[in-house]
């Protein structure tokens, strides 16, 4: 099929090389001169693991192109609608700004027949909206909205082989020319066994709000668990694997740590929230206040955690931190909250030198005044205190002797629970972790 795909930033570029790979000619379109020439050259403008690899694969095909030329889109038959929708400034809401713009540039390119696709995150509410818009517009178009599931760091896995399709269509209905269409495009992963469901616009839009919510749910009660452990003596680790023995819990997202960051999960739920209020239904969601609320307490926890290891003062500590991105395999820094501890350290009056792998650059664009070093060995350099705060491999992999033989004090404190606190211990480190005695 011919594809056109708004927006070619990390959801965007993602989906359209992904699009191509399985067969379908591509367009990406993009406002950002400067993005479009990275990704037209092979250039992922973040780091994703197997991406550049497949822009380069399917741009030798020659079904995979990039402008910003919005008349590009003329003549595709399935339009996917991939800008962000971040966080309104000093609101919960989400800011619509630049999917109501992406709509609007896309209507004088539209024909009758065409589908519209929406694959952002959006308020529930927002389909309808733009289905008016399309319609009134062009009476022969129609509007589908098919929520992303994507886990940075897996993202091009989860779009050629996700877990499911779900398709929002007006009444939910199957019959819906939308749905034949979609069935088209994802034919491939449909024909492997990739599940999809058929639901109605505000469903569509809701799954997707529900699963975030439900996955930083998880997080925070085992972190709100964690706070109990720390009080009892108890070893949450242990505590997670027992109840996530009982299926109907499970063990996955149940692991103590630093809590969630990340461009999803934390604006998705104060989204959530702000929509619900403006519904009337703000009671139904009270809960994720706690949610929220227990999460952001993990860096503040996690300062006082780093003083205790520090016997009680952080003033003139050089203090390494292992990790800046918010999750392995990922650039991505927004709403860290490995970079947001490091900051506060560095407030108390600790000396601070951050490491990692893919997202320094970033980093330092959010927080210049910290100190950032590259190389691992050289970050931990006469340290008197490690915080391990992103699990990156290299950094669960450390050897605990060789490391001891860098810093100045061998003190350590695993903000992940990843690392075997036995071994540690025997190479002579201090060592804490959340939630374990």
């Keep these: 099929m011919r594809i056109s795909v708004i927006g070619c930033g990390y959801l965007g570029a993602v989906h359209a090389a992904c699009m191509a790979k399985l067969g379908h000619d591509v367009v990406g379109i993009d406002v950002?001169?400067?993005?479009?020439a990275d990704l037209a050259a092979g250039h992922a403008p973040f780091f994703e693991p197997g991406l550049e690899n497949l822009l380069l694969e399917v741009q030798?095909?020659?079904?995979?192109?990039?402008?910003?030329?919005?008349s590009r889109a003329h003549?595709?038959?399935?339009?996917?609608?991939?800008v962000g929708t971040p966080q309104k400034k000093g609101e919960n809401a989400a800011d619509m700004t630049y999917v109501d713009a992406a709509t609007q540039a896309l209507l004088p390119y539209l024909h009758s027949g065409d589908?519209?696709?929406g694959k952002s995150t959006v308020p529930v509410g927002t389909a309808a909206r733009l289905a008016e818009m399309v319609q009134a517009h062009e009476p022969g178009a129609h509007l589908a909205w098919n929520p992303e599931f994507l886990r940075e760091g897996h993202a091009v896995k989860d779009t050629l082989t996700p877990d499911r399709f779900v398709y929002g269509v007006p009444g939910g209905s199957e019959d819906h020319a939308a749905v034949a269409v979609l069935d088209e495009v994802y034919a491939t992963p449909l024909g492997m066994g990739t599940q999809r469901l058929v639901a109605d616009y505000a469903t569509a839009e809701l799954v997707k709000a529900a699963a975030n919510s439900f996955l930083a749910t998880k997080i925070s009660f085992i972190n709100a668990m964690a706070e109990v452990c720390e009080a009892t003596g108890a070893d949450v680790t242990v505590l997670a694997d027992a109840i996530?023995?009982?299926?109907?819990?499970?063990?996955?997202?149940?692991?103590?740590?630093?809590?969630?960051?990340?461009?999803?999960?934390?604006?998705?739920?104060?989204?959530?929230?702000?929509?619900?209020?403006?519904l009337g239904a703000d009671q139904a969601l009270t809960f994720?206040?706690?949610v929220d609320a227990i999460n952001m307490r993990r860096r503040s926890r996690t300062v006082e955690l780093a003083r205790d290891l520090c016997g009680g003062t952080l003033m003139g500590q050089r203090i390494t931190v292992l990790g800046a991105a918010f999750k392995p395999d990922s650039d991505d820094v927004r709403d860290s909250p490995a970079l947001s501890i490091a900051a506060q350290l560095q407030l108390q009056g600790a000396v601070v030198t951050v490491s990692d792998p893919q997202s320094l650059g970033n980093a330092a664009r959010r927080f210049p005044e910290l100190n950032y070093v590259a190389n691992t060995a050289e970050a931990l350099n006469n340290a008197d205190a490690v915080l391990l705060l992103t699990e990156w491999k290299e950094y669960r992999d450390l050897d605990p002797f060789e490391t001891g033989t860098l810093v100045k004090q061998m003190r350590i404190l695993d903000g992940r629970n990843v690392l075997d606190l036995q071994k540690w211990r025997a190479a002579g480190w201090s060592i804490r972790g959340i939630g374990r005695p």
Excluded: Q, W, Y
Excluded at 32 to 36: F, L
């Design 32 to 36: 950002d001169e400067n993005k479009i």
């Design 60 to 70: 030798e095909t020659g079904r995979l192109t990039f402008t910003s030329d919005m």
């Design 75 to 82: 003549g595709s038959d399935v339009h996917f609608i991939c």
């Design 115 to 117: 589908l519209v696709v």
């Design 244 to 278: 996530g023995l009982d299926d109907r819990i499970g063990r996955k997202f149940l692991n103590a740590g630093i809590g969630f960051g990340g461009g999803c999960l934390p604006k998705d739920i104060r989204a959530f929230m702000a929509r619900a209020g403006e």
């Design 288 to 290: 994720l206040r706690e």
